[in-house]
C-alpha cells in the first residue's frame, strides 16, 4: 500500500504487504494520468539504487480507485469559482460598469498563470528549476486567481503547503477588493 505521498514533492513510500522496510517511490515510477494518492494499492517491483536502498520500479494500481480520491475533487469547485467569477465580469461590462480591456486582462493572466502552474509542477517532478512563489502570488493579485485556482486543482500543485494556501487567499481577496473599489470608483476610462 501507498502509505505516505508528498504530492508536492512527487514522491512516497509503500509499505509491502508481506512486511518489511518501507519502499521509496517516485511520481517517475507511476503510470501516466493519475496522480497517485496515500492509501492506494499497489504493485511494483523493487530496485536498488546506488546506495543499495530500496526502489520502486513499474508501480501499478490494483483494482479501482474511488473517482474522489483518483482524480482531483476540487476540480469542479474551482472551475464553478472561475466560471462564477467570470460571468460576475462579464455582467459588469454588459452594464458598462467594466471596460472590456479589464475583462481581457483577467482572461490573460487567468491563461498564464494556468500555464505557469502546469510548468512549475513539471519541473518540481523532474527535479528542474522552478517558478517563485512570490512569482505565482503576484500573478494572483493582479488577476490571474481563477487560473491558478483551477491549476492547483488539475495538477494537484500546491494544495497542500499551508502557508503557500494562506497567501493564496489573501491575494484573491486583495485583488477582489481592489475591483470593487475601481468598479464603484474609478471612471469608465479603459476601452
Given at each position: 500500500?501507498?502509505?505516505?505521498?508528498?504530492?508536492?514533492?512527487g514522491?512516497?513510500?509503500?509499505?509491502?504487504?508481506?512486511?518489511?522496510?518501507?519502499?521509496?517511490?517516485?511520481?517517475?515510477?507511476?503510470?501516466g494520468?493519475?496522480r497517485p494518492?496515500?492509501?492506494?494499492?499497489v504493485?511494483?517491483?523493487e530496485?536498488?539504487?546506488?546506495?543499495?536502498?530500496?526502489?520502486?520500479?513499474d508501480?501499478?494500481?490494483?483494482?479501482?480507485?474511488?473517482?474522489?480520491?483518483?482524480?482531483?475533487p476540487g476540480?469542479p469547485?474551482?472551475l464553478?469559482?472561475?466560471?462564477?467569477?467570470?460571468?460576475?465580469?462579464?455582467?459588469?461590462l454588459?452594464?458598462?460598469?467594466?471596460?472590456?480591456t479589464?475583462?481581457?486582462?483577467?482572461?490573460?493572466f487567468s491563461?498564464?498563470?494556468?500555464l505557469?502552474?502546469?510548468?512549475d509542477?513539471?519541473?518540481?517532478?523532474?527535479?528542474?528549476?522552478?517558478?517563485?512563489?512570490s512569482?505565482?502570488h503576484?500573478?494572483?493579485v493582479?488577476?490571474?486567481?481563477p487560473?491558478?485556482?483551477?491549476?492547483?486543482?488539475?495538477?494537484?500543485?500546491k494544495t497542500t503547503?499551508?502557508?503557500f494556501?494562506?497567501i493564496?487567499?489573501?491575494?484573491?481577496?486583495?485583488?477582489?477588493?481592489?475591483?470593487a473599489?475601481?468598479?464603484?470608483?474609478?471612471p469608465?476610462?479603459?476601452?
Open positions: 500500500m501507498l502509505a505516505d505521498w508528498n504530492d508536492d514533492r514522491f512516497g513510500f509503500i509499505t509491502p504487504a508481506a512486511g518489511g522496510a518501507r519502499v521509496f517511490a517516485h511520481v517517475s515510477a507511476f503510470p494520468g493519475r494518492v496515500a492509501g492506494c494499492e504493485t511494483y517491483a530496485l536498488r539504487d546506488e546506495r543499495n536502498r530500496a526502489r520502486a520500479s508501480v501499478r494500481y490494483v483494482g479501482a480507485v474511488s473517482a474522489s480520491r483518483a482524480g482531483a476540480v469547485t474551482a464553478a469559482a472561475a466560471a462564477l467569477f467570470f460571468t460576475f465580469l462579464l455582467g459588469l454588459v452594464l458598462d460598469e467594466l471596460p472590456v479589464l475583462l481581457s486582462v483577467y482572461g490573460l491563461a498564464v498563470a494556468f505557469m502552474y502546469r510548468a509542477k513539471s519541473a518540481a517532478e523532474q527535479g528542474r528549476w522552478r517558478t517563485s512563489e512569482t505565482l503576484t500573478l494572483a493582479i488577476g490571474g486567481w487560473g491558478a485556482l483551477v491549476a492547483q486543482q488539475v495538477f494537484r500543485h503547503k499551508q502557508p494556501r494562506t493564496f487567499w489573501f491575494t484573491v481577496i486583495a485583488n477582489c477588493v481592489a475591483l473599489w475601481f468598479v464603484h470608483e474609478a469608465l476610462a479603459l476601452p
